[in-house]
T-cell receptor, first 111, second 115 residues
Framework: QQQVKQSPQSLIVQKGGISIINCAYE??????FPWYQQFPGKGPALLIA?????SEKKEGRFTISFNKSAKQFSLHIMDSQPGDSATYFC??????????FGSGTQLTVLP | ETGVTQTPRHLVMGMTNKKSLKCEQH?????MYWYKQSAKKPLELMFV???????ENNSVPSRFSPECPNSSHLFLHLHTLQPEDSALYLC??????????????FGEGSWLTVV
């Protein structure tokens, strides 16, 4: 049973556009929501993370929006660049203190 | 360089072979993990070690056998694998307890192909 559902599976965006990746969770015990970025041939790397007591967190061009009542959170990449092309994973941590990952979104930013 | 080093990066093995994957972390962490990454599937947690003690075995078949001799090293011993075990195996580390805010650092993975 997948506890974190991620969409879309793949996304193509023009350079300068906004990339939006969505995740939804079921377990209300989750209390920390990181996003990971993975380039081909590399392991996932932490990109940005949010706690459920805030609705938005911004770091440079990357923003997480969090809707606790809807149990949804999303990653927005502003002014998307070809170098942002990678696979993005949302994740959640709950009382068991283990990461539960979404299925990933393969982002391609066209030059 | 993430501070988590995995070897070998690529491994091809037959179904009757015995091989091992090695992971070493240079971050001073005391929790280490094995994850499996297959195409179009979520990252799957396999094993967790906290302070060298196994605290999680996520229903992993016995043909995968982990070993954690100390807080810096983690092995995954492989024996009589199946072709469906072909995947990227990722090692990771963090501070023990994986509390919210503790970052998990991943290695670059070992690509395993079972023929």
């Amino acid at each position: 049973q997948q506890q974190v559902k991620q969409s879309p599976q793949s996304l193509i965006v023009q350079k300068g556009g906004i990339s939006i990746i969505n995740c939804a969770y079921e377990n209300t015990a989750f209390d920390y929501f990181p996003w990971y970025q993975q380039f081909p041939g590399k392991g996932p790397a932490l990109l940005i993370a949010i706690r459920p007591d805030v609705s938005e967190k911004k770091e440079g061009r990357f923003t997480i929006s969090f809707n606790k009542s809807a149990k949804q959170f999303s990653l927005h990449i502003m002014d998307s660049q070809p170098g942002d092309s990678a696979t993005y994973f949302c994740a959640a941590i709950g009382s068991a203190r283990q990461l539960t990952f979404g299925s990933g979104t393969q982002l391609t930013v066209l030059p | 360089e993430t501070g988590v080093t995995q070897t070998p990066r690529h491994l091809v093995m037959g179904m009757t072979n015995k091989k091992s994957l090695k992971c070493e972390q240079h971050l001073g962490h005391n929790a280490m993990y094995w994850y499996k990454q297959s195409a179009k599937k979520p990252l799957e947690l396999m094993f967790v070690y906290n302070f060298k003690e196994q605290t999680e075995n996520n229903s992993v078949p016995s043909r995968f056998s982990p070993e954690c001799p100390n807080s810096s090293h983690l092995f995954l011993h492989l024996h009589t694998l199946q072709p469906e075990d072909s995947a990227l195996y990722l090692c990771a580390s963090s501070q023990a307890g994986d509390r919210a805010g503790n970052t998990i650092y991943f290695g670059e993975g070992s690509w395993l192909t079972v023929v």
